[in-house]
């Protein structure tokens, strides 16, 4: 079953929206396989975003990922990648469509609550980057 790697960004957990994420993953259908709150060190958000080094919005970024908590994630489920970059909406506020979580909750693209792999090279990087194997569960659910 394909997995993917999404994460409540620090504007998101200091705002309460953990839950409504959640909620809507779960709606949609999709099995939360790992999760757990933690602060970024400057080191993980370099690497993490390491694509974007260079850019006029990468140090922003880098201080604003390691400034709080984020809740960091592992959802199964079929064409969860895909599927789930839908969910959240587009990068740019602008276009961030209402009924996603950015259309309906960010003002801001940087301060824009959830992260979400946009491959399954980078969901496989970020999963592992982040989860040991033995923190992804396998459990049986039926709906
Ligand atoms: P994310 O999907 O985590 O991937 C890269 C992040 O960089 C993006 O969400 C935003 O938080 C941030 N970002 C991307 N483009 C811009 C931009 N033009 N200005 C500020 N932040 C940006």
Redesign the pocket.
Same mark, same amino acid.
């Given at each position: 079953m394909e997995k993917t790697f999404l994460m409540v960004?620090p504007d998101g957990v200091q705002r309460g929206l953990i839950g409504e994420i959640v909620k809507r993953l779960e709606q949609k259908g999709f099995q939360l396989v790992a999760a757990k709150l933690m602060l970024m060190t400057r080191e993980q958000a370099e690497e993490h975003?390491a694509e974007?080094k260079g850019k006029d919005?990468f140090e922003?970024?880098v201080e604003f990922i390691t400034s709080g908590p984020v809740f960091a994630m592992v959802w199964q489920g079929e064409q969860v990648i895909a599927l789930s970059r839908i969910l959240n909406g587009k *990068?740019?506020v602008l276009e961030a469509a209402p009924g996603t979580i950015r259309g309906d909750f960010a003002l801001h *693209?940087?301060?824009?609550l959830i992260?979400?792999s946009d491959s399954p090279e980078s969901a496989e990087r970020e999963i592992n980057h982040f989860f040991k194997p033995e923190e992804i569960l396998d459990y049986k659910r039926d709906v």
């Open positions: 960004k975003y974007h919005f922003p970024l *990068t740019n *693209t940087r301060l824009n992260h979400g």
